[in-house]
Antibody, heavy 118, light 108 residues
Framework: QVQLQESGPGLVKPSGTLSLTCAVS?????????WSWIRQPPGEGLEWIGE???????NYNSSLKSRLIIAIDESKNQFSLRLNSMTAADTAVYYC???????????WGQGTLVTVSS | EIVLTQSPGTLSLSPGERATLSCRAS???????LAWYQQKPGQAPRLLIN???RRATGIPDRFSGSGSGTDFTLTISRLEPEDFAVYYC?????????FGGGTKVEIK
C-alpha cells in the first residue's frame, strides 16, 4: 500500500515562495503513475494544481502555471512543489496524491496546512 | 475547462435512508472519466468510484455510481453512520482536472 507524506513550512509570507515535498513510501515513484498536487482552502472545495510523471513530464493548471514548478527526485522517491508570489488566496491545505490510470487519485497524503501571512 | 456542478449542496437524511447525489458537467466528460470521493473533517478525500461506475478497492457495495456524458449520480443505498461526510465528483477526461463543489450529507 503506497503512502504519501507532505512536508514543508506551515507559514509563508506574502510575496514569498512555498516549497513542499511529498515523500512516497511502500512503492516506487518511478512506476507508471502521475503524481499530483491538490489544494483545498479552509472550508472550500478541491483544486488540482498540477502533476508530474517519472522522467519529469509535467502538466500544470493554467491558473497557476506562471508561478508553479513541480519537480521529481526519483533517487529519493519524492516529488516537490514550488509556488512563488504567494498571497492570502493561496492559504490552503495542500495534498499530494497518486494518479491512477487516466487521472483519478487513488492514494493521498494527509495534507499540510499552509497559511500566507506576515 | 469543464465545470462540475454538484447538487444538492446539502442533503439531510437519516441512517438507513437512500442518498442520491448529482454531478453535472458543463460539457461531455471524455470516456466517462468521472470519479467520486468522500471526505470527512480533518481527513484527505478517499476514492469511492472511478470510471463513473467502478467501485474502488475496499468500497462497500452500498455505494454505486452511474451516468454518462454530462450527468452523473452517486447513490448510497442505505446510509450508515460513517457515511455522513462531504462528497466530491472529479473529471479526468480533460485538462485541467476539475472537481465539483461538493455535497454535504448530514444527519437529519
Amino acid at each position: 500500500q503506497v503512502q504519501l507524506q507532505e512536508s514543508g513550512p506551515g507559514l509563508v509570507k506574502p510575496s514569498g515562495t512555498l516549497s513542499l515535498t511529498c515523500a512516497v513510501s511502500g512503492g516506487s515513484i518511478s512506476s507508471t503513475n502521475w503524481w499530483s498536487w491538490i489544494r483545498q482552502p479552509p472550508g472550500e472545495g478541491l483544486e488540482w494544481i498540477g502533476e508530474i510523471y517519472p522522467g519529469g513530464i509535467t502538466n500544470y493548471n493554467s491558473s497557476l502555471k506562471s508561478r508553479l514548478i513541480i519537480a521529481i527526485d526519483e533517487s529519493k522517491n519524492q516529488f516537490s512543489l514550488r509556488l512563488n508570489s504567494m498571497t492570502a488566496a493561496d492559504t490552503a491545505v495542500y495534498y499530494c496524491a497518486r494518479g491512477g490510470p487516466g487521472g483519478y487519485f487513488d492514494s493521498w497524503g494527509q495534507g499540510t496546512l499552509v497559511t500566507v501571512s506576515s | 475547462e469543464i465545470v462540475l456542478t454538484q447538487s444538492p449542496g446539502t442533503l439531510s437524511l437519516s441512517p438507513g435512508e437512500r442518498a442520491t447525489l448529482s454531478c453535472r458537467a458543463s460539457q461531455s466528460v471524455s470516456n466517462n472519466y468521472l470519479a467520486w470521493y468522500q471526505q470527512k473533517p480533518g481527513q484527505a478525500p478517499r476514492l469511492l468510484i472511478n470510471g463513473a461506475s467502478r467501485r474502488a478497492t475496499g468500497i462497500p457495495d452500498r455505494f454505486s455510481g452511474s451516468g454518462s456524458g454530462t450527468d452523473f449520480t452517486l447513490t448510497i443505498s442505505r446510509l450508515e453512520p460513517e457515511d455522513f461526510a462531504v462528497y466530491y465528483c472529479q473529471q479526468y477526461g480533460n485538462s485541467p482536472l476539475t472537481f465539483g463543489g461538493g455535497t454535504k450529507v448530514e444527519i437529519k
